[in-house]
């Protein structure tokens, strides 16, 4: 799952949607290698910042964009005006919440996750990236890093999600598609 160049430069190139920023969607179903992606494609770029959703405390209540409301308090409204984000990192192995993460303004700024690049966040994207996988990989993903005992809870999360993915249009949307299974 390499990021090319040509994503790259793709990004480079766009225009900033985020005050001074180039921010970049990494979106797709859980478990299809966004993670992965977005920190390749990090890599890539030189190392800019990546904001994760799940750091953003979402209970399993079947709502995919419970994270929009503090990303868009805490990262995007201060990103627009050229000032430094801050919010508390959900620490999801000890249920509770961690240290503080600074977002600082940067010229290129990835968030990555479920809903990432919903049609609300359009308007503050440069670019929106899908990553997906066949249903057997994710599953075998999730249940690898989240243990057989969460296969209820993904279940229930995967189906809020893909009606999420549905009434969006999210996938057709994106600017590029991404083979998530590498």
């Known amino acids: ?15 900033p949607r985020c005050g001074g920023t180039r921010l970049v969607a990494v979106d797709g179903p859980g478990g299809a290698g966004k993670t992965t992606y977005a920190a390749a494609l990090a890599r890539t770029l030189g190392g800019p910042p990546v904001v994760h959703t799940d750091d953003f405390y979402l209970p399993m209540d079947g709502d995919p964009l419970r994270w929009w409301t503090p990303f868009r308090t805490h990262v995007l409204t201060p990103l627009l005006a050229g000032e430094e984000g801050r919010f508390r990192r959900y620490d ?7 240290e503080d993460v600074v977002v600082a303004p940067a010229p290129i700024v990835i968030v990555e996750g479920v809903g990432s690049a919903w049609r609300a966040a359009a308007p503050y994207l440069s670019l929106a990236v899908w990553v997906e996988a066949p249903l057997n990989i994710r599953v075998a993903r999730t249940a690898r890093r989240d243990g057989a005992e969460a296969a209820g809870l993904w279940e229930t999360w995967r189906r809020s999600e893909a009606a999420h993915f549905t009434a969006d249009g999210t996938r057709a949307r994106a600017d590029i598609v991404i083979d998530g299974t590498g």
């Open 1 to 15: 799952m390499g990021v090319s160049g040509e994503v790259a430069a793709r990004i480079r190139t766009s225009r």
């Open 92 to 98: 999801w192995r000890y249920g509770r919440y961690a």
